[in-house]
């Protein structure tokens, strides 16, 4: 979501004739897009913001732009008096505060630039390549969904980022027909919950019926969503995806945790049990898919007992991919507020990577059975000497030739695999 807000913000500011920077350093406006859905991430970015703040002291006239859930719904005043040298605070996926500022207080605006802004601000904000990735942006992030109404009670996203809001289907659509007709031939729809998009707004259509729209559209060739929650994730929408072409076979469906009683304290809303035999309708209805998953480990209470819980379904589960995670208390959760942090750092650690470990032999087991065949590979960029492009279900392959690849799918020999990617020939 953070990657399509920032896309979305460099093109809104090179409509006004802004070019993107190599550094900080030359930048007139920097815009800084954060994230604290974990400690750390928030950490990083607290870091990242006092090292702006030099450049700010060498140039006042430079605009720092404070975004992301870092603001949240945090009253800027507040935000103000911690960070004194910000200019303007943005909430996540909300860039009107950055542009109101630049139309009031940059006078080397040009009056049309002027009129242009009060136009951009008095419609809904509309999902877009910068004019510098048009032609060289293969896939992207679009915003279906905002914020989250679950409220697992771990989680800061519905503090940070409002309650569940879809988006008008329509604007949807035409921003993909923009998007395509940019160069763009793969599209990731996006929500905290992907699965209820429609849900909280009477006479919308839901994500099945969206998906069958996004489907129509003429020079798209790939179609992804994410993130799955275990209690969405219908017959309908495994039919849909089974249904249309577009739809690639990749699920991102966290488990969270392997044992009940955790599940429960997260507020998770299902068993293990249930989980599980999502996990079977899914491979049971298609023969070439992939299952990604998010484990956090060290939540409060957990016990050894509790996480061997979690290794024995992590292998039984076989997910394709895990992002592991350890636990660390965001304030205003139900988790920070109602229980004790009990699990020591360094055994949060070693939790996190003994789930690495067998993730990464699990990794390497499913992706060996790629060695020697053939599979369609849409290819998005060069790393090097070698195009980088992914499968349909979402495995990361690498091609060395001179061909421009960009933007191309082509049925590649796996000559090479690894946990988290593979080597292939043409």
């Known amino acids: 979501m953070n990657s399509a807000d920032s896309m979305q913000v460099s093109a809104l500011l090179e409509q006004?004739?802004?070019q993107r920077s190599s550094t900080a350093e030359e930048a007139d406006v920097i815009v800084l897009n954060t994230c604290v859905v974990r400690q750390s991430a928030e950490d990083k970015a607290i870091s990242r913001l006092t090292s702006i703040k030099a450049l700010k002291l060498q140039n006042p006239s430079r605009v720092i732009n404070l975004m992301g859930c870092l603001v949240g719904m945090v009253p800027p005043e507040d935000l103000k008096k911690r960070f004194p040298f910000v200019d303007v605070f943005s909430p996540p996926s909300n860039p009107d505060p950055l542009l109101?500022?630049?139309?009031?207080?940059?006078?080397?605006?040009?009056?049309?630039?002027k009129h242009q802004i009060n136009e951009i601000l008095a419609n809904e904000i509309e999902y877009q390549l910068p004019i510098s990735l048009?032609?060289?942006?293969?896939?992207?992030?679009?915003?279906?969904?905002?914020?989250?109404?679950?409220?697992?009670?771990?989680?800061?996203?519905?503090l940070r980022r409002g309650q569940e809001r879809s988006r008008p289907a329509q604007k949807i659509i035409s921003e993909?027909?923009?998007?395509?007709?940019?160069?763009?031939?793969?599209?990731t729809l996006l929500?905290?919950?992907?699965?209820?998009?429609g849900q909280d707004q009477p006479g919308m259509p839901n994500l099945s019926e969206l998906l069958k729209r996004v489907n129509d559209i003429e020079g798209i060739e790939r179609i992804r969503f994410l993130t799955s929650h275990p209690l969405w994730m219908t017959d309908e929408l495994l039919d849909t995806v089974a249904a249309l072409p577009r739809l690639m076979p990749h699920f991102e469906l966290p488990i969270q945790a392997g044992d009940d009683e955790v599940l429960r304290r997260m507020r998770r809303g299902y068993t293990v049990e249930q989980f599980m035999r999502i996990?079977?309708?899914?491979?049971?209805?298609?023969?070439?898919v992939s299952i990604a998953t998010d484990i956090i480990v060290g939540f409060p209470g957990e016990t050894s007992v509790q996480f061997e819980n979690t290794l024995a379904i992590l292998k039984q589960f076989?997910?394709?991919?895990?992002?592991v995670a350890r636990y660390s208390p965001r304030p205003g959760t139900s988790a920070s507020q109602n229980m004790a942090d009990d699990v020591p750092a360094d055994e949060k650690m070693r939790r996190f990577r003994e789930i690495e470990k067998i993730q990464e032999t699990i990794s390497t087991e499913i992706n060996s059975h790629y060695l020697g065949t053939k599979t369609p590979v849409l290819f998005e960029d060069k790393v090097k000497k070698r195009w980088r492009g992914r499968t349909s279900t979402n495995k990361l392959v690498f091609v060395e030739t001179e061909e421009d690849l960009r933007g191309q799918v082509k049925e590649v020999r796996i000559q090479w695999t690894g946990p988290w990617s593979m080597i292939a020939i043409i």
């Open 16 to 18: 006004l004739g802004y």
């Open 100 to 113: 109101s500022y630049l139309g009031t207080h940059l006078q080397q605006l040009a009056l049309k630039d």
């Open 134 to 158: 048009q032609g060289q942006a293969v896939a992207v992030f679009v915003p279906i969904v905002y914020g989250c109404s679950h409220t697992c009670s771990y989680c800061v996203i519905p």
């Open 176 to 187: 993909i027909h923009r998007l395509v007709s940019s160069g763009v031939r793969e599209v």
């Open 191 to 197: 929500g905290q919950i992907v699965d209820r998009y």
């Open 279 to 288: 996990v079977q309708k899914i491979r049971q209805r298609f023969s070439n």
């Open 318 to 323: 076989k997910p394709d991919m895990t992002h």
